[in-house]
């Protein structure tokens, strides 16, 4: 069975850079069929897409976070990891790593826990 | 970016009784979308992709449709266990959105 869990930081400080890491366990992240991605929750509120890679580094950012964000991928290592720059209080947040499947018309099929980041001094 | 608006923000349903959500595209994304239960505490659940499709184990009371800019999801019989917020996503040209979901609530 196929589990992703998110770790890292979490209370970071403003202006500082958030970062976390998705370990993919019960599967390969080498996977032809499959990008991996982040996606956020801010307390009591909806969904919100950060962005999404290929096991080869392709990646894929929204538009309202690009000049911040970096995804990248360790295949060796089985990981995908996210650094969000120059954080607000308006990125707290539950951070959720995810599986999105090219044959399910790039749905999220598996997502990890999440993990609460909190930005404040 | 394409924005999606889901309708009612909420619905409130008695047990054993069929619910209609509607999710609503502000321009085609033909059927690039899926649908998504969370409860409180926990991480979405697919369940339905490309519109229409039931993801693996979901039961056959949820039933999605619709394409190009109007979907609904019906659930034909509520359960005690589908009181929740569902979210529709589309997937356009690599940009992901969201619906703002629509909690279904036990009448």
């Known amino acids: 069975q196929l589990q992703l869990q998110e770790s890292g930081p979490g209370l970071v400080k403003p202006s500082e850079t958030l970062s976390l890491t998705c370990t993919v366990s019960?599967?390969?992240?080498?996977?032809?069929?499959?990008?991996w991605g982040w996606i956020r929750q801010p307390p009591g509120k909806g969904l919100e897409w950060i962005g999404s890679i290929y096991y080869s580094g392709s990646t894929y950012y929204n538009p309202s976070l690009k000049s911040r964000v970096t995804i990248s991928v360790d295949t060796s290592k089985n990981q995908f990891s996210l650094k969000l720059s120059s954080v607000t209080a308006a990125d707290t947040a539950v951070y959720y790593c995810a599986r999105l499947g090219s044959r399910l018309r790039i749905a999220v099929d598996y997502w990890g826990q999440g993990t609460l980041v909190t930005v404040s001094s | 970016e394409i924005v999606m608006t889901q309708s009612p923000a909420t619905l409130s349903v008695s047990p054993g009784e069929r619910a209609t959500l509607s999710c609503r595209a502000s321009?085609?994304?033909?059927?690039?979308l899926a649908w998504y239960q969370q409860k409180p505490g926990q991480a979405p659940r697919l369940l339905i992709y490309g519109a229409s499709t039931r993801a693996t184990g979901i039961p056959a009371r949820f039933s999605g449709s619709g394409s190009g800019t109007e979907f609904t999801l019906t659930i034909s019989s509520l359960q005690s266990e589908d009181f929740a917020v569902y979210y529709c996503?589309?997937?356009?040209?690599?940009?992901?959105?969201f619906g703002g979901g629509t909690k279904v609530e036990i009448k």
């Open positions: 996503q589309q997937y356009n040209n690599w940009l992901l959105t």
């Open positions: 019960g599967g390969s992240i080498s996977s032809s069929s499959y990008y």
């Open positions: 321009q085609s994304v033909s059927s690039n």
